[in-house]
């Protein structure tokens, strides 16, 4: 295989951060979000939620190129999977009395698997979830939250780097599927990045997990 380059040339962002105040707008079936770096918008077309957009202001780039794969949440019952955006119903969505955000509440009606969506911004873009079981028995359930499929910052996919914080950390462009395992007896940093040398800019995703039960990490590039 080709050598990995771990340092590529970084060159000056193509965008800049914008002079704009945290905001969240519910308009009709659709909720912007915005600030200095990004702006996110969410639409609720067709009974579904879904993530239409998010534009780093910094590298200039519309991160959202599929917005059909991003699914925000995958849950999995007796081996089935479950998209957020497309097998959850979205019942509500109500704005923060104390922040620029909105709560929206999903429901997997096969399995009555309930999700109450909390997505708030401020200097960053902030995602909580809590899961309800509302059906009439005992629920065995995996979640993968939060789940983003197919963001890229660089005009070609293939030209985006990552960072997944496995041993010093991986850098690299190259196609991989890699997953790490956290908690129990050891913690590793919980940041994932998409940067793109190019565009001068990226996204990281971190978890603050504030009682340490396992999860795994998980990032794929193809």
């Known amino acids: 295989p080709r050598r990995i380059d771990m340092a590529p040339h970084i060159q000056a962002p193509k965008g800049a951060l914008v002079p704009r105040a945290p905001s969240c707008q519910i308009e009709g079936e659709n909720v912007a979000l915005a600030n200095g770096s990004l702006r996110c918008e969410l639409s609720r077309s067709g009974g579904k939620l879904r993530l239409a957009s998010l534009y780093n202001e910094i ?24 998209a957020g955006s497309r097998d959850f119903v ?15 509440v999903l429901l997997c009606e096969p399995v009555g698997l309930e999700a109450a969506l909390s997505v708030w911004i401020d200097e960053d873009l902030h995602l909580g979830l809590a899961v ?8 065995d359930f995996k979640l993968a939250f939060p789940h983003f499929s197919g963001l890229t910052i660089s005009d070609a996919p293939a030209d985006d780097y990552y960072f997944f914080p496995w041993g010093g950390g991986i850098i690299a462009d190259a196609p991989a ?11 590793i940093y919980q940041v994932m990045d998409l940067f793109s040398p190019v565009r001068g800019g990226g996204l990281a995703v971190w978890c603050t997990d504030a009682d340490g039960r396992h999860k795994v990490l998980a990032l794929r590039k193809h």
């Open 177 to 187: 599927i890699i997953r790490r395992g956290y908690g129990d007896h050891e913690a």
């Open 90 to 104: 979205c019942r509500s969505v109500t704005a923060m009395p104390d922040r620029q955000g909105f709560r929206a």
């Open 132 to 139: 309800t079981n509302r059906a009439d028995k005992p629920l």
């Open 59 to 82: 590298a200039a780039a519309e991160m959202v190129r599929r917005p059909e794969d991003c699914a925000l949440l995958l849950a999995e019952v007796a081996g089935k999977r479950y």
